[in-house]
């Protein structure tokens, strides 16, 4: 009482204008913050409002300010639990981090098998056209060389006849000239015997004249 007496009329002129501050502030933060304060009261207010009694505060203006720094500390607390992650809220985030990623690599997985087949497709469809390639060119050089080898034999066949012609002709030939020779051998044979019968008629002749002209001479010795 002394205390209150002795320092009454600065207190009461600070009270009054910490009073009006205060509602007007309270004004203002108390239907956003009242149902804050009403779940997460911290401090005990009946106890803080008689402390600010005690300190010379008017009763109204005491549990106002109680009720502002209660509010304060509150929202205080709300501020700093937005601030930190709770254990709950981080495992909970995880889990959905690890649901997105294993969702991503589902998916990846997904996308890099549907181009894996699309390239083995595309590698299927390139080696099934290359085959056909191969198979395409294979027959044109099995064409060509049947028709090389066709050609071969008809050349083969063609120069045959053309020395079985050759080995005909050169037969004929030696026909010709054997049959010439032989007429020809025949011819002097012929000449020959000829030549030998004319030379002994011609020898017999002279005989014979050469006889009678010894019998004319032997008739002549005698007569």
Do not use: C, Y
């Not at 304060?37 to 008017?58: Q, R, Y």
């Not at 000829?194 to 002279?206: A, E, H, N, P, R």
């Amino acid at each position: 009482m002394q205390l209150r007496s002795a320092a009454g009329p600065a207190p009461l002129w600070r009270a009054g204008a910490q009073q009006q501050a205060m509602r007007m502030f309270g004004s203002t933060l108390e239907e956003s913050n009242k149902q804050a304060v009403s779940n997460h009261l911290l401090v005990d207010t009946l106890e803080l409002s008689k402390s600010f009694e005690k300190a010379g505060l008017p009763r109204d203006t005491a549990e106002q300010l109680a009720k502002d720094i209660t509010t304060l500390i509150v929202l205080n607390k709300e501020k700093m639990e937005g601030a930190f992650v709770k254990t709950v809220v981080l495992e909970k985030s995880i889990l959905e981090q690890e649901s997105k990623i294993q969702s991503f690599k589902s998916e990846l997985q997904k996308t890099q098998d549907m181009h894996q087949a699309t390239v083995n497709k595309d590698m299927e469809r390139q080696q099934n056209v290359l085959d056909k390639m191969k198979a395409e060119i294979r027959h044109e050089l099995d064409k060509l060389s049947a028709s090389q080898r066709l050609d071969l034999n008809l050349e083969k066949g063609r120069m045959r006849d053309d020395l079985q012609g050759i080995r005909d002709k050169s037969t004929d030939l030696q026909i010709q000239m054997d049959r010439d020779i032989n007429e020809l051998r025949s011819s002097v044979e012929k000449a020959k015997n000829d030549t030998i019968k004319s030379v002994i008629t011609i020898l017999g002749t002279f005989s014979a004249i050469a006889f009678t002209i010894s019998r004319f001479v032997q008739m002549g010795a005698g007569g």
